[in-house]
């Protein structure tokens, strides 16, 4: 990806999401399928990984905080739906602005929340996540 196409992508991005989402290393590897990777050209999947722990970390606190008097049993539906592969890949959908295989709008989104929170720290990551 070119520089101007991955300061494209960011500026979309950062408007999108209300956060500063920088173009930087970190987030062309965000955007990077592993059918696109190489040697020098890292793919999402360790990205992916934290991406997934950070945003189940904030929808955790903020179910919790929503839902003050609720036991855990009516906590951890709430939970699951929100951090399904299915809702990031619903989320990602409008971001990318087109049809893509769910899975794999999935996996990007939960990048790409890695991204943020690498390049801008866990204040940005809530923003963009909530």
Same mark, same amino acid.
């Given at each position: ?44 999947? &360790?990205?992916?990984? @934290? +991406? !997934?722990?950070?945003?189940? /970390?904030?929808? #955790? ?7 003050? $008097? ?30 893509? &295989?769910?899975?794999? @709008? +999935? !996996?990007?989104?939960?990048? /790409?929340?890695? #991204? ?7 204040? $940005? ?6």
């Amino acid at each position: 990806m070119s520089r101007r196409e991955l300061a494209r992508h960011a500026a979309d991005l950062s408007a999108r999401l209300g956060v500063n989402v920088h173009a930087s290393i970190t987030l062309e590897e965000a955007l990077t399928h592993p059918s696109a990777s190489s040697s020098v050209r890292p793919d999402n999947q &360790r990205l992916e990984f @934290l +991406g !997934d722990r950070v945003l189940g /970390l904030v929808i #955790a606190q903020a179910v919790f905080e929503a839902f003050p $008097d609720a036991p855990e049993g009516r906590l951890a539906p709430r939970f699951n739906a929100l951090v399904r592969k299915e809702t990031c890949a619903e989320v990602a959908e409008t971001l990318a602005g087109g049809r893509r &295989r769910p899975a794999v @709008l +999935g !996996d990007a989104m939960e990048a /790409l929340i890695a #991204a943020i929170y690498l390049d801008n720290g866990m204040d $940005d990551a809530r923003t963009a996540i909530l």
